[in-house]
């Protein structure tokens, strides 16, 4: 079974920063694709931002300019630095990757527990 693990979440005044880091652990073979995703109340869960195992990065319009998504494939670990945050970055931040296990195939997709994200004055 595999694990993704989230931590960085928080409170934070409008204008600051955030890193949120996700994790993944188990019998893991390769890792193809992580995001996060954020779910704010009220509102469907929406893509913010992802990377590819070749390096490619995508954005929301919302994020373009102010968060940057990396990798480091040693630590099966993703991060999503936030700057500038707004008070309308508030919501649930969730990690998602693509894996396939070892001794297997088949290509898995796991999300994580969430992180809760604040941002207010």
């Known amino acids: 079974q595999v694990q993704l693990v989230e931590s960085g979440g928080g409170l934070v005044q409008p204008g600051g920063s955030l890193r949120l880091s996700c994790a993944a652990s188990g019998r893991i073979r390769s890792i193809y694709f992580m995001g996060w995703y954020r779910q704010a109340p009220g509102k469907q869960r929406e893509l913010v931002a992802t990377i590819t195992n070749d390096a490619r990065t995508n954005y929301a319009d919302s994020a373009k300019g102010r968060f940057t998504i990396s990798r480091d494939s040693a630590k099966n670990t993703v991060y999503l630095q936030m700057n500038s945050l707004k008070p309308e970055d508030t919501a649930v931040y969730y990690c998602?990757?693509?894996?396939?296990?070892?001794?297997?195939?088949?290509?898995?997709?796991?999300w994580g527990q969430g992180t809760q994200v604040t941002v207010s004055s």
């Open positions: 998602n990757a693509d894996v396939t296990s070892l001794g297997g195939t088949l290509i898995n997709t796991y």
